[in-house]
């Protein structure tokens, strides 16, 4: 049973780096056709799928967060990492990791057909 925890700062102030990183056990992030992504939350709004790293290491990022988004990888630490530049209070979010398995990397941005999620962590962006 994979396993995934999220974790990083709560709170965040404006124009800073957002940085959160995913442990996840019971798998390997390089197992194939496993894919591994962040997902948020914002008060009072459905789930929003920012981008994914690959078991190949390959990296897909949502258009509307392109500019200030990177996830990279420790493979050594079974590790995930989301970095968000540049932050605002609509930054403010539950952000999860979730993975899922997948023929193509294409079908990653479907947020209701993960397999396996973590728990969340708040993240409030506030001076």
């Known amino acids: 049973q994979v396993q995934l925890q999220e974790s990083g700062p709560g709170l965040v102030k404006p124009s800073q780096t957002l940085s959160l990183t995913c442990t996840v056990s019971?798998?390997?992030?390089?197992?194939?056709?496993?894919?591994w992504s962040w997902i948020r939350q914002p008060p009072g709004k459905g789930l929003e799928w920012m981008g994914t790293?690959?078991?190949?290491?390959?990296?897909i990022y949502s258009p509307s967060l392109k500019s200030r988004i990177s996830i990279s990888r420790d493979t050594s630490k079974n590790q995930f990492t989301l970095q968000l530049t540049s932050v605002t209070p609509e930054d403010t979010a539950v952000y999860y990791c979730?993975?899922?398995?997948?023929?193509?990397?294409?079908?990653?941005?479907?947020?209701?057909?993960?397999?396996?999620w973590g728990q969340g962590t708040q993240v409030t962006v506030s001076s």
């Open positions: 979730a993975s899922k398995r997948t023929s193509t990397i294409l079908l990653v941005t479907k947020v209701d057909e993960y397999d396996y």
């Open positions: 019971g798998g390997s992030i390089t197992t194939n056709g496993y894919f």
């Open positions: 790293v690959g078991y190949s290491g390959s990296t």
